[in-house]
């Protein structure tokens, strides 16, 4: 028994197969630009972002060397000097974010007059490096820093300059903002162009289609060919295979037909010569002759039939009876009974206007033989089902003979003597347009049969 993970992958597996090919493209461009798009633009937000703090840094460390020429010590007052400005006016103003810091081991001290009595904490860095703090009023500095010697100290100078960072931040932020809004426009706007390619791509595929329903419908009898390359191949192979199944079909009525001829010679002429023979004799082989001439229109009916319907044009139910319901209106008058049609609807359907004939007029026809007084023939539509019922007032058949009448293999006609094989028939046109039979008893106390038929066309 297969577990339930394969299982579970055999149905996934069943169910991504029968998703479209514009499915299947939208959802490949879809996972190319939610993978690319994103990935691309994270590493360009990276990329920006290093950029922009190696300059600020490379900025930093430039007024870092400036603060570094421009230090001295006092021998006699033995202290540190920066007599010259640096020319920006941020290293004036208290706590403005801008500092720069001068500090050895002991007590020399030196900063900007922003850092009034603050001092940056100090960390041992024998060249520049740079690194991310928090200022005297918390806001986040950047500091690039370094340790120099400066003659005559033994000790090591550790020289600072700071830089309040938001506006760096705010322009990281501000880019990727914008990059990020840019990616979504594109992705958006390269899943249009996409989904626009995929469509136009398809049109012929959906051209296909289309003329393939109208050959279905009976609309159209070959496929057009006025398709790209590689489907115009495809249309003439389905082409050719319709030609010959046309063909095979119209050899196979032809061939039914001429059958049917060939044969009505032989037994007339035999059912002549019959009346000729003592009556004993006569009667055994007129039997004989009615099987014959029974099995021969049984099996004729059914290789003359049209099939399934799929590739006919649709006719006029109404239009198509209204002859065969007129001559045997004549019949039931000429036996007493009264021929009811009860037209609910007035559909086109999807039959050879023999095949519909033949249904209806052997259900007719074998009501006919049996009724007291009445047959009805309703006719209703439900969708593209076509349903139709006969229903007379004879001794018709009980719940048990209606159930043997349709076991599979019999045929239904065997259950009652002298009705011929009108049902059988009916009921092999049925099976072949895949419609159903079903035989109850009607209100009258007769038969009532039901036929159901999915070839009523939508309008």
């Known amino acids: 028994m297969p577990s339930r993970r394969a299982r579970l992958r055999a149905r996934l597996s069943q169910r991504w197969a029968r998703r479209s090919i514009a499915t299947r493209l939208l959802l ?64 004036d103003q208290v706590f403005s974010g801008w500092y720069w810091q001068i500090t050895d081991q002991s007590e020399h001290r030196l900063a900007s007059r922003s850092l009034w009595d603050q001092r940056l904490p100090v960390t041992d860095s024998r060249r520049a490096s740079a690194r991310s703090l928090k200022g005297p009023r918390g806001q986040p500095l950047r500091v690039v820093e370094r340790d120099i010697y400066l003659a005559p100290l033994e000790t090591p100078l550790h020289v600072s300059v700071a830089a309040d960072e938001s506006a760096l931040q705010a322009e990281i932020l501000g880019f990727q903002r914008l990059l990020w809004l840019g990616t979504l426009a594109l992705s958006v706007l390269l899943l249009g162009v996409l989904a626009l390619q995929v469509r136009f791509g398809l049109a012929p595929l959906r051209r296909m289609n289309a003329n393939l329903r109208e050959v279905e419908k009976g609309a159209a009898s070959r496929m057009n ?27 196979g009525r032809h061939t039914a037909g001429n059958l049917a001829h060939a044969l009505k010679t032989p037994l007339s002429v035999m059912r002549l010569q019959l009346s000729q023979l003592p009556e004993a004799q006569r009667e055994r082989f007129d039997v004989e002759l009615s099987r014959i001439d029974s099995a021969v229109r049984h099996h004729l009916a059914r290789a003359s039939a049209a099939g399934d319907g799929l590739h006919l044009a649709p006719i006029a139910l109404e239009e198509a009876l209204a002859g065969l319901i007129e001559g045997l209106g004549r019949l039931a008058g000429r036996r007493q009974v009264a021929l009811e049609t009860r037209w609910q609807v007035r559909p086109h359907v999807r039959m050879d206007r023999q095949d519909v004939q033949e249904v209806v007029g052997n259900l007719l026809d074998n009501a006919l033989r049996w009724a007291e007084s009445r047959v009805t023939l309703c006719v209703q539509s439900q969708g593209e089902t076509l349903h139709l019922s006969v229903a007379d007032d004879g001794p018709g058949m009980d719940e048990a003979q209606c159930q043997a009448a349709l076991e599979r293999g019999k045929r239904l006609d065997e259950q009652r003597s002298n009705s011929g094989l009108g049902l059988s ?22 038969l009532h049969v039901a036929v159901t038929l999915p070839v009523v066309a939508r309008g």
């Open 28 to 91: 490949a461009a879809l996972l190319l630009v939610g993978l690319a798009l994103p990935l691309a633009g994270a590493w360009l937000a990276h990329y920006y972002k290093r950029a922009a703090v190696d300059a600020f840094d490379e900025r930093l460390e430039a007024t870092l060397n400036v603060v570094i020429a421009g230090v001295t010590f006092d021998a006699v007052a033995n202290t540190l000097d920066y007599p010259s400005a640096l020319g920006d006016a941020r290293f």
């Open 425 to 446: 028939i009916v009921a092999d046109l049925v099976a072949l347009y895949q419609g159903t039979l079903t035989l109850t008893r009607a209100q009258a106390g007769g």
């Open 225 to 251: 060919t006025r398709l790209p390359e590689e489907l115009a191949t495809l249309a003439t192979s389905m082409n050719a295979v319709l030609a010959r199944d046309q063909r095979l079909i119209e050899r």
